[in-house]
């Protein structure tokens, strides 16, 4: 098989893999990265045996990971970076430090040699940086306290490379099984790799910004996008040339350029390419997991993923109390950096190539670090099942239900965003409503409003009779679950029929399931707000105010005399279907004729008479 078939062979395995992987794990609940991994392991050495070089693909996938730290990069501008200067070297180096010693002493108590033990303890201390600020992405909490502890400790382990990095070639003359002593090499390479650092903050700084300007000018897309990317290949080799994490280079590079007029045309180009490759770097992690090694000894390997993420999560529990991060987030900070990760493959390796560790001993906690990768996101998962909704439970205040009867007229039953604008309308014109919503957070917020707010849940027979259903005139149903709405209301229907329910509607669905219990005031939550909206896009358009506002007034009375057509065929989809299409052919017809009587007068200024009509049908 030649080299074009070879590529575009494997190029079909990959992309096979992860296009059903991926989509079948999310389906499941267990994410994205668990797809990639899992898509790794079938087609991997150990699986279907579709791929057998797993190294060299990961050496071309670790590019994702730089990618998505000069992104990073991108986002924090060096005065932000500064100010995180604290859980950057602070508690980045306590993670480390910390963890390290630790293992190093279990490992001594063990009968290990400590230069063995230091070196794999320093590489079971790194975690991954692509699986942590991945899951950070994913779940959009990178801006919350344990976002920016995991990104601080991130970073550090990264920074962390100079000094590992430098140390490892000294450890061999302390080893028993070295057969040469230490040199000068590992100070001269950490005083190259200083020099290095220094030149790209110097040099960016100066000739970055100029260079893109130039390349801007050009008004080419495809040679910016080009530059993007030799900007960041560049980075990576320079530093990988003196032997220093590419990726802490290309965070550098996304720093110095996160103040720059080009960020968000760079975060564009790159988005895309960062994506597949940190995919692409996943399955390569699945597939290098040693399985030989782990049915030869699979109590030992066990042990050691148990022992190195308990030890590490212990260190980060005292963190996470001293940092004092809620109590819901510290189990994904604890989670995130108890694993192993991609740069301890690095230092392992550069242990077992210096001859600090054989290559017996190299295997065991290599296959050990990726078993943890792979379990990080499943223990995610069964965190967010069953531990997370405790935490939470226990990080809330207590708060008491209603003590007494209340006698209010209306009774708003969800004070979210849209009850608020209901309860700030009444309250304007003089109607001190009843307010139930279940999150007791909100509720304390509104009441130091002088809002009459209580905590509970509204589709409570006996919370509702508290509230003071039995007097109120007026019950407005703003929750925003669709199943708890309709079950207030037919609570309401059935034990408070004097009551007159206001809906709010979250999509047409709903508003044909509150149509056929009878509501008769029900209003979509975006539907008034997009008819204002298209209006004003019509008047930017040069239609005039009256004739933008009596089209939107008209678009809506169509609107809801179809919806009214349709309710009693909401359950039939193909009816629904073919009205929808009737409608949509009538309002055409009908507005290509208000187009022709427009060029057919001349439109006298000022609003019309039909601009007297109600807003409301």
Do not use: C
């Amino acid at each position: 098989m030649d080299h074009s078939t070879t590529w575009l062979s494997t190029s079909l395995i990959y992309l096979a893999a992860a296009v059903i992987a991926v989509p079948l794990a999310r389906a499941l609940g267990l994410g994205s990265i668990i797809g990639y991994l899992a898509a790794g392991i079938v087609i991997g050495p150990w699986g279907l045996a579709l791929v057998t070089d797993a190294q060299t693909i990961l050496t071309v996938a670790e590019f994702g990971v730089v990618l998505m730290l000069f992104l990073v990069g991108l986002e924090l501008e060096p005065r932000r970076l500064w100010a995180m200067r604290r859980p950057i070297f602070g508690w980045g180096s306590v993670q480390v430090l910390s963890s390290a010693l630790l293992m190093t002493a279990i490992g001594i108590t063990f009968g290990v040699t400590w230069p063995v033990a230091l070196a794999g303890a320093l590489g079971l201390a790194m975690s991954s940086t692509a699986i942590g600020l991945a899951v950070l992405g994913e779940r959009n909490v990178l801006p919350s306290q344990a976002g920016q502890g995991v990104l601080g400790v991130s970073l550090f382990q990264d920074v962390a490379a100079i000094p590992i990095l430098a140390l490892l070639p000294l450890l061999p003359a302390l080893a028993p099984q070295a057969a040469a002593g230490a040199s000068g090499d590992g100070w001269w390479s950490a005083a190259k790799a200083v020099a290095v650092i220094a030149a790209l903050l110097l040099g960016g700084r100066l000739l970055l910004r100029p260079a893109l300007r130039w390349i801007a000018r050009s008004r080419t897309p495809e040679i910016f996008t080009a530059a993007s990317l030799l900007l960041v290949v560049a980075t990576a080799a320079l530093m990988h040339a003196v032997g220093l994490s590419m990726a802490l280079g290309a965070f550098l590079a996304g720093v110095l350029l996160a103040e720059s007029e080009y960020r968000r045309e760079l975060e564009t180009d790159l988005e895309p390419f960062k994506g597949l490759l940190l995919g692409l770097f996943f399955i390569a992690v699945g597939m290098s997991i040693d399985f030989a090694v782990v049915l030869a000894q699979p109590g030992l390997v066990a042990l050691i993923v148990f022992g190195f993420f308990s030890l590490k999560a212990l260190v980060l529990w005292v963190m996470a109390r001293l940092m004092a991060l809620p109590l819901g987030e510290r189990p994904l900070f604890i989670i995130l950096l108890a694993q192993g990760g991609e740069f301890g493959f690095v230092v392992l390796q550069a242990a077992l190539v210096a001859g600090v560790i054989n290559a017996t001993t190299s295997s065991l906690l290599v296959a050990s670090v990726a078993i943890s990768m792979l379990i990080t996101p499943l223990a995610l998962v069964l965190v967010d099942r069953y531990l997370a909704p405790r935490l939470a439970a226990r990080g809330t205040q207590a708060m008491a239900e209603i003590a007494e009867p209340q006698s209010q007229a209306v009774i708003i039953a969800g004070f979210g965003r849209y009850g608020q604008i209901v309860g700030r309308l009444l309250l304007a014109n003089g109607i001190q409503p009843t307010v139930l919503d279940h999150d007791s957070d909100a509720v304390d917020g509104v009441r130091r409003f002088g809002w009459r707010a209580f905590y509970g849940d509204a589709t409570r027979l006996d919370l509702l009779r508290m509230a003071g259903a039995a007097e109120a005139r007026v019950l407005v149903v703003a929750i925003d679950d669709i199943e708890q709405s309709l079950a207030l209301v037919d609570l309401a229907r059935e034990h408070f029929r004097h009551l007159t329910l206001v809906a709010r509607a979250r999509n047409v669905q709903h508003w044909y399931q509150l149509n056929d219990r009878g509501v008769a005031h029900i209003e979509r939550e975006t539907f008034d707000a997009a008819l204002m909206t298209g209006r004003s896009a019509l008047q930017a358009l040069g239609f005039e105010a009256h004739q933008a506002r009596n089209l939107a007034l008209r678009f809506r009375r169509h609107n809801l005399e179809q919806l009214r057509e349709s309710a009693p065929h909401f359950r039939d989809e193909s009816q629904l279907i073919a009205m929808s299409k009737i409608g949509r052919q009538q309002m055409e017809q009908f507005m290509t004729d208000e187009r022709a009587r427009k060029d057919s007068r001349q439109q006298a200024p000022g609003w019309s008479d039909a601009t007297r009509e109600a807003p409301r049908d």
